[in-house]
């Protein structure tokens, strides 16, 4: 399976990425709204092409932009301190104590607020208009925080050229995908005997393999989803399928759990070291827990195997209930995700920091829970960039949040509540040097 260290080496990003502008799609849905306005390191003009190469005192300054006086949270280097972050040429270019405001040409006022390395969501369904889940990345993604968003198989070998081309090469977030192991993805949803496992002729493991082939650069893995209204009783058959594609084509698997057909200890022994189990929390038939509450072995025992356990937290699929029984045997995620989708971005999932902050109130430091969004993530799929991080070097993509004291309500995925006093809220976030807001409530 990909590494960090493996995306370091093969740099794939794509320019358009790189480049971030507000396309017709994004100016419609931010009519009105702050929502993602790019802000020019040069003032105004900037998004003119510069004429001339005469240096002026403006070019000369060493960085582009300068977030200051913020508590730097990044567990991949154990920093939390109040400390300063220059950025140059798209990449974390040096953080330090004190670095002088006129170094840069433009200037973060960070004080109060927690600066961590671009959160990292590694179940999103952000392939809008082609089934009923997908949401348009960057009002959801870039503008709250999450610089990295990893589509969790909304789309299959016969639908990911659209999602190429149409989506992924011209957000300005970082997109990578989890291919559907079933050739139409999840365009039927939840439609009642159309599940995307209940005709196994979709489900050709040399067609998954030769889609992630010739998209090496984005694809970073295989997707399957078992829940018996996707699957029928098809899903054993499926995931044999699948690990065939994921050894096939060296790639990790991630598998969405809740209320399958097959009992779980049947589909963790296929799983293996690298591949990642979502939905870990959820409350339904066959999940993680026996009848009195104990995290069964075969959970235990796939964690030590090196199978990853990541939240994915959904309109169904993360409950306070099961996640705090797991907290007190000692059993944590691996990674935060929110598997934000159409039907839960109005709650309860909302964002990331929204989800981040539910650990927060389950006891988790900001430290554990960061680290859940940023390098253990990172850790899981090759990205193609070195993410996760703010490293010098690195890819320059930070995450502003605003701790706010108050009194909060939280809601679980089974409608349940918890109250908190404290919330995660994205302030700004920087993708490759550019700056995007949330736009307006
Ligand atoms: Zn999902």
Not at 169 to 189: C, K, P
Not at 259 to 282: C, I, Q, R
């Amino acid at each position: 399976m990909g590494t960090a260290a493996n995306g370091r080496e093969k740099n794939m990003e794509l320019n358009t990425a790189a480049t971030p502008q507000l396309s017709r799609r994004e100016l419609l849905a931010g009519a009105g709204s702050s929502l993602l306005i790019a802000a020019s390191p040069r003032g105004a003009n900037a998004s003119a092409p510069s004429p001339s190469p005469i240096p002026t005192e403006e070019n000369t300054k060493p960085f582009d932009l300068l977030i200051k006086g913020g508590r730097v949270v990044d567990p991949s280097q154990k920093l939390d301190e109040i400390l300063d972050v220059a950025i140059h040429d798209g990449k974390i270019a040096r953080w330090e104590k004190d670095i002088p405001a006129d170094q840069a040409r433009q200037v973060i006022d960070a004080k109060g607020k927690i600066v961590t390395p671009g959160l990292i969501d590694v179940h999103t369904h952000i392939f809008p208009y082609v089934g009923p889940y997908g949401i348009e990345p960057d009002p959801y993604c870039v503008a709250r925080g999450v610089t990295t968003a990893l589509d969790a198989g909304t789309s299959g070998a016969f639908t990911f050229p659209a999602f190429r081309h149409f989506v992924i090469s011209s957000a300005a977030t970082r997109v990578r995908a989890l291919l559907h192991i079933v050739s139409i993805g999840m365009v039927a949803g939840s439609t009642p005997n159309m599940g995307e496992l209940e005709d196994l002729r979709y489900c050709v493991p040399d067609l998954a393999v030769r889609v992630a082939e010739e998209n090496r650069d984005l694809i970073v893995g295989f997707k399957i989803r078992f829940s018996e209204k996707y699957t029928g009783p098809n899903d054993l058959e499926g995931l044999k399928r699948a690990r065939a594609a994921a050894d096939q084509a060296r790639l990790p698997l991630m598998t969405h759990i809740g209320g399958s057909y097959t009992p779980l200890p049947e589909l963790l022994a296929l799983l293996k070291n690298g591949d990642v189990m979502t939905h870990t929390f959820n409350s339904l038939r066959h999940g993680i827990l026996d009848p009195a509450g104990k995290i069964i072995p075969e959970v235990l025992e796939a964690r030590r195997r090196g199978i990853s356990f990541d939240v994915g937290h959904g309109a169904g699929s993360f409950s306070f209930d099961v996640m705090e029984k797991c907290m007190q045997q000692g059993f944590l995620p691996d990674t935060i995700s929110t598997d934000l989708y159409s039907a839960n971005i109005h709650g309860p999932v909302f964002d990331m920091p929204t989800t981040l902050s539910k650990f927060l109130l389950l006891g988790m430091s900001l430290t554990d829970v960061i680290a859940r969004c940023t390098i253990n993530a990172a850790k899981l799929f090759n990205f193609g960039a070195e993410i996760g991080t703010l490293r010098p070097g690195a890819e320059g993509d930070v995450a502003v949040l605003d701790l706010a004291a108050g009194d909060f309500t939280f809601t679980d995925s089974d409608g349940k509540t918890r109250q908190w006093r404290q919330k995660l809220n994205p302030v700004v976030t920087v993708r490759a040097g550019k700056l995007f807001y949330p736009a307006a409530a």
